[in-house]
């Protein structure tokens, strides 16, 4: 006799389960960056959330896990399980015929993104210090995925014209990876008091200064 092996799936369950999800995260948000790393405990990460300890390291299984849950949330923007370049807005930048348009594109995505990633970047950058696992995260996070963001926004702006006379795409990288650090965005804003909007501007301004041909060169 053959055995019915199929699963049933409710809808609602579902729904109810990423609602939680989200509740945890969002207090995990709160409390990371209100107290830092260390100081937050699953504990208080479920009294916040209004859930028992259990169910936080059920969903997530520790805390550095779910240090990187709220890291992929703030990073992406949402809890979507959708690669940051193949979200609307990238992939907008990516089909943009114009250069300078391109780059105009890119300034505003990050702006929001930094806004965004700062306070959770100094979380971050604390909990290395004393926690190897964190650091491991962190790398991951600026040295390899943010660098090979950067590449490839680069590599997209070049497809549609030539990069400043002398200027490689992995050199381009560098400095857009560079320029738009959490670390930059922080010494700008926490530090001189500068608006997103400010250091958007900025942003733009110098890309378009060192990414692109100078409209006189165009011109000539």
Known sequence: MKVNTRVYRSPARAAAAQMTRSRIVAAARELFVRDGYPATTIAEVARRAEVAPDTVYAVFGGKLALLKSVMDTVVGGDEQDVAL????????????????????????????????????????????????????????????????????????????????????????GAMVWTLASPEVYAMYTDVWGWSRDRYQAWLLETLLALLLPSVESISA
């Open 85 to 172: 370049l193949d979200r609307p807005g990238p992939q907008a930048m990516r089909s943009e015929p114009t250069q300078r348009r391109q780059v105009a594109m890119l300034a505003a995505g990050l702006a929001e993104q930094l806004e965004r990633i700062s306070p959770l970047d100094a979380v971050l950058r604390g909990a290395a210090t004393v926690d190897a696992g964190a650091a491991e995260l962190r790398a991951d996070l600026q040295l390899r995925q943010r660098r090979e963001a950067m590449l490839t926004c680069v590599s997209w702006i070049a497809a549609r014209g030539p990069l400043r006379a002398g200027l490689t795409e992995a050199d381009a």
